[in-house]
Structures are given as C-alpha cells and as structure tokens.
C-alpha cells in the first residue's frame, strides 16, 4: 500500500552546502587582486569595525579556536596587515591592530566582496536572499561551536 503523504524533495543540502562554499573559498584565492585569503579577509573585517580586538574575541568571530587564530594572525603579521601588541590591562592577553597596509587592503577587500555578493544575489529577488541568509544564519543555531569537539584543542584545557 502506497503511502498517501507527498514525497518529500531530496535536496541534499549538506552536499551542496559545502560544494558551494568549497568552490567559492577556492575561487575568491584564484584572484588575482586578492592579496588575502578568506580568512585574512574575514580578520580585516572585523578589526575594520574594531581595531585593537583581543585575539580571542576575533577568533570568536571567525568561529576560530585559539591555535586557529593564532596562526591566522601569525600568516596577517609576516604579510604586515596586521600588528599583535600586548594588552595594557592583562600582559597574558594579546589585542591585534591594522596597519597602514592592512587598511589599504581592507578597502580592497571591500570593494571584491560587494561585488561577489552581488554575484552571488544574481537572480534572486532581496526576499530570497533574506530566505537563505536566515537558513545560513539559523545552521549556526542548530549547531553551535560550543558543541562541536574542537580537535585541535589540548583535552587538558
């Protein structure tokens, strides 16, 4: 006997999820007047709204765990986009800063990454990126960091 419920549409979206995020991370490194990975851009960002973070609270906002952010400043200091300087009030906590370069590259990261979300918004109507911005937003919900078994991290700590 036949089920009377309709049939459900497989979408796969755990495939295409990161499918798409795969071929974009690798294409924005393609460029070449991108002289920051995603993860560089992602750090210039937020320094750009707040200059001087510590490294831990942009490791939080890039969802990164403390040897993650702390190579990803490493790499951003060597390339001289950034500067990591002690903080005053706590000698054991370091705060990272923009330099003169990493501001003149943030504009640039700017100006590539509106135009790659527009790209990215192409045929779709504002109310359908309001849908799907919500979904992307709404994974990190269902699935917070503080669930996720960080590998990288001593299980001492």
């Known amino acids: 006997m036949r089920s009377k419920m309709p049939e459900t549409k497989h979408h796969r979206l ?5 499918v798409a995020q795969r071929r974009l ?7 070449p007047q991108n002289e920051v990975t995603p993860a560089q ?10 200059d001087g973070v510590l490294m831990g609270e942009a490791g939080a906002a890039l969802d990164m765990g403390p040897a993650g952010i702390s190579g990803l400043v490493d790499r951003s200091a060597i390339a ?23 501001r003149n590259v943030l504009a ?18 504002s109310a ?8 992307l ?16 991290r001593d299980p001492e700590d």
């Open 14 to 18: 755990i495939y295409l999820l990161n």
């Open 25 to 31: 991370q690798r294409w924005m490194a393609s460029q």
């Open 41 to 50: 851009a992602g750090l210039l960002f937020i320094l750009g709204k707040q």
């Open 80 to 102: 001289k986009l950034v500067e990591r300087r002690a903080d005053r009030e706590d000698g054991r906590a370091w705060r990272v800063w923009l330099t003169p370069k990493g």
């Open 108 to 125: 640039q990261v700017k100006t590539t990454t509106a135009a790659v979300n527009a790209t990215l918004a192409e045929g779709f109507t």
């Open 128 to 135: 359908e990126i309001d849908v799907v911005a919500r979904w």
């Open 137 to 152: 937003t709404s994974i990190q919900d269902k699935f917070p960091r503080d669930c996720i078994r960080d590998a990288t």
